[in-house]
């Protein structure tokens, strides 16, 4: 069992075999004569960190053309690296997968129904995934990993201000967010300065998880408190968004966040506190849980509206349009309609019940199934397993020799439940502010495989 894990997620990868038959590590260091010359080098990598941290600081507050302005600039920067590059070998299995799951998109778009349409979203998606391949280098350096996820959890540390104020002070309803029939009808669902309530929720994820890891993380009492407050803003801002959604999220990351923590610890426990504690924590909270939906009225409706089936408005609504949405899978099975909601405004009409209309498939994992297909969807799925599991393996490996960047990486893991729990009821993830970030987790989990041994380079190279 444990060989066949090593083969799922390319425990077992070697970049220095792959290099050698690669025909696009053959462009690393095309023009490498450049950098040896080039008092522009030794800085970079703070560049680099400069422009992630600069689309994290403004991300929540720019229009969706603005950040992908941003993005754009990266993807020139990325590419002048790469041609400069010395040409070692910076390659992850994560990399290879992120590189597969584009050429599917990139085929899936050559047989498009609706051609024009997926080439926007392949473009779109194409700018994500270099921020991938560029984050990815950059948060090698431990250093500018604290940097860029310091600026992270403080810009969503603001993001969630505002949110806590807007509950204290109300805030105008931009859309029809509860169910008009509901008793929660004129309730305030807070959205801050991303202007919907979901979109807030799955935003938060990251910072809350990083928050949470930068108790660990930073040295010295004064900057525990500030991630202790950081954590219960976030978590709170992310409770005041009424999101259902949001709050499975957030206890799929809760969980998954002690979950790890314990597998850090667990050997400097005692036997029975690495027995039960676990236990106790776990129960202990589903019973304030359960205590609170039990004793707040609010949030028992919110919480029951879950199961309330086609009876929510909301519920009913997403059901239709999944029910559309899996017609279109059957009919574009294999490489589905193409990526992008351009694509998708342009298919599902055909499909739609009458007065269902909508943007996207309100699911994640159907969005992926009716872009890509079995093929892409099948692809997306091991790239999640491997990212998860090389993940754990270098937890792992920080863990036996007591390395704090440890932390990150549970946070990242943590992180990527959050969204992608959230992610079975909706799609804020494909908007830019919350799409990045998940790239950006990604990049962290890539920047941290690396093992001489097996030929990963702690160099240069993107590719």
């Not at 970079?44 to 929540?60: C, K, N, Q, V, Y």
């Not at 250093?143 to 806590?164: C, D, F, H, K």
């Not at 993380?217 to 407050?229: F, H």
Request: one cysteine or more; proline letters at 4%; aromatic letters at 14%.
């Amino acid at each position: 069992m444990n060989a066949f894990w090593k083969q799922i997620t390319l425990l077992n990868f070697s970049p220095a075999s792959w290099s050698k038959y690669s025909y696009l590590h053959r462009f690393v260091g095309l023009f490498s004569q450049w950098r040896q010359g080039s008092q522009f080098v030794q800085w970079t990598e703070l560049m680099g960190a400069l422009l992630i941290s600069l689309l994290i600081a403004t991300a929540p507050f720019f229009s969706t053309s603005q950040i992908g302005f941003l993005l754009l600039a990266i993807a020139g920067y990325w590419l002048l690296l790469t041609l400069v590059d010395e040409g070692k070998i910076g390659v992850t299995p994560i990399h290879l997968l992120v590189l597969l799951y584009w050429g599917i998109a990139t085929v899936s778009t050559a047989f498009s129904p609706v051609k024009t349409a997926a080439l926007e979203g392949l473009i779109k998606l194409t700018l994500n995934l270099i921020f991938f391949a560029f984050t990815a280098r950059i948060m090698r350096s431990p250093r500018l990993t604290n940097w860029i996820l310091t600026t992270l959890v403080l810009t969503a540390l603001v993001v969630s201000v505002y949110g806590i104020r807007q509950q204290i002070f109300g805030a105008e309803q931009l859309a029809t967010w509860n169910d008009p029939t509901s008793e929660l009808a004129g309730d305030t669902r807070v959205y801050s300065y991303l202007g919907n309530p979901n979109l807030l929720a799955s935003y938060l994820f990251p910072g809350i998880a990083f928050s949470g890891a930068a108790l660990f993380v930073w040295q010295g009492w004064l900057p525990k408190i500030l991630a202790a407050l950081l954590t219960l803003a976030n978590a709170a801002c992310l409770f005041f968004t009424e999101s259902r959604g949001g709050w499975i999220g957030l206890m799929v990351l809760g969980i998954v966040f002690l979950l790890l923590l314990f597998y850090w610890f667990k050997n400097y426990l005692p036997l029975f506190w690495q027995t039960w504690l676990l236990p106790l924590i776990l129960g202990g909270l589903a019973v304030v849980i359960l205590g609170a939906i039990l004793l707040v009225e609010p949030l028992r409706i919110r919480v029951m509206s879950i199961f309330a089936g086609r009876e929510d408005s909301s519920n009913n609504f997403r059901i239709n349009v999944w029910d559309a949405v899996i017609r279109m899978i059957q009919t574009y099975p294999l490489l589905g309609i193409g990526p992008g909601n351009d694509a998708f405004k342009k298919i599902y009409p055909l499909f739609m019940k009458p007065k269902y209309t909508a943007l996207s498939a309100y699911s994640v994992l159907l969005e992926i199934m009716v872009e890509t297909g079995i093929i892409g969807f099948t692809c997306f799925l091991w790239l999640l397993v491997t990212t998860i599991g090389q993940g754990i393996h270098q937890i792992k490996l920080l863990r036996d020799k007591m390395d704090s960047q440890g932390f990150w990486l549970i946070g990242a893991i943590a992180a990527m439940a959050g969204i992608l729990a959230h992610g079975f009821f909706d799609t804020v993830w494909y908007r830019p502010q919350v799409s990045t970030l998940w790239w950006l987790v990604l990049g962290l989990i890539a920047s941290r495989c690396y093992s001489p041994a097996r030929g990963f380079e702690r160099g240069n190279s993107l590719l």
